[in-house]
C-alpha cells in the first residue's frame, strides 16, 4: 500500500490550501483515516481523524479552521485547510490505521509527507 501527500506549498498567513492523500488501493473503506503534522524536533502529532462513526474529529489548534473529507471510493484523503496561521507550519503526513479481521493485527501505512509552510 502506497499513499502520496500532495497540496502543500508556502502560503501567506490566512491563505488556504487543500491537502490530497492518494492511496494505491481504495484502502480508506476499511481503514480508520487521520492526517498528522510534524515540526522539527517535535513528535508528530494528530491533526484530525475520522472516527469510526463516521464523524471528523479536530486538535483544538485546527478546530473550525481544517476539514477533513474522503472520497467514496476510499482512494483519497483530503485536509481543507482555512485561515492558516504560522503555527500550522509543518510537514503533514496522511496515514491509513488498518487492522487485520482475522489476526487482529494492526498496521499503519504512512505517506511521505508534504510540507506546509505559512509566513506572517
Known amino acids: 500500500v502506497q499513499l502520496v501527500e500532495s497540496g502543500g506549498g508556502s502560503v501567506q498567513a490566512g491563505g488556504s490550501l487543500k491537502l490530497s492523500c492518494e492511496a494505491s488501493?481504495?484502502?480508506?473503506?476499511?481503514?480508520?483515516m487521520a492526517w498528522y503534522r510534524q515540526v522539527p524536533g517535535k513528535e508528530r502529532e494528530l491533526v484530525s481523524r475520522?472516527?469510526?462513526?463516521?464523524?471528523?474529529r479536530y486538535t483544538d489548534a485546527v478546530k473550525g479552521r481544517f476539514t477533513i473529507s474522503a472520497d467514496k471510493a476510499g482512494t483519497f484523503l483530503y485536509l481543507e485547510m482555512n485561515s492558516l496561521k504560522t503555527e500550522d507550519t509543518a510537514v503533514y503526513y496522511c496515514?491509513?490505521?488498518?487492522?487485520?479481521?482475522?489476526?487482529?493485527?494492526?498496521?499503519?501505512?504512512w505517506g511521505q509527507g508534504t510540507q506546509v509552510t505559512v509566513s506572517s
Open positions: 496515514r491509513a490505521g488498518c487492522e487485520d479481521p482475522y489476526s487482529g493485527t494492526k498496521v499503519n501505512y
Open positions: 475520522i472516527a469510526d462513526d463516521g464523524t471528523p
Open positions: 488501493i481504495p484502502i480508506f473503506k476499511t481503514c480508520g
